[in-house]
């Protein structure tokens, strides 16, 4: 089971840190991203870690946010700096590559207003 938090309503330029537990460990062997879905859009991964710690972004948050794992906790991080209102989403974490089994779980809506 997958629960992400941390989302909210913030003004563009904003932050939001965004936190996802899983039940299931990730220590060391699980590839991890944060992914989103915008009203009317297909849900998009837009960050991934590594079980080593290497990061990849897409080009539409690179250099504004930031992920994290801390695997003794199960938990992966957001860390979402100057935020525009093309942010606005319902954000997911889950495995990478997402297997047909692994259930989305609870998603966090982060909105943002110009």
């Known amino acids: 089971q997958l629960q992400a938090s941390g989302g909210g309503l913030v003004q563009a330029g904003g932050s939001l840190r965004l936190s996802c537990t899983t039940s299931e460990s990730i220590s060391k062997r699980l590839h991890m991203g944060w992914y989103r879905q915008a009203p009317g859009k297909q849900r998009e991964l837009v960050v991934t870690?590594?079980?080593?710690?290497?990061?990849n972004y897409a080009g539409s948050v690179k250099g504004r946010f930031t992920i994290s794992r801390e695997d003794a906790k199960n938990t992966v991080y957001l860390q979402m700096n100057s935020l525009k209102p093309e942010d606005t989403a319902v954000y997911y974490c889950?495995?990478?590559?997402?297997?047909?089994?692994?259930?989305w779980g609870q998603g966090t809506q982060v909105t943002v207003s110009s």
């Open positions: 870690v590594t079980a080593l710690g290497s990061t």
């Open positions: 889950n495995k990478v590559p997402r297997g047909l089994k692994d259930s």
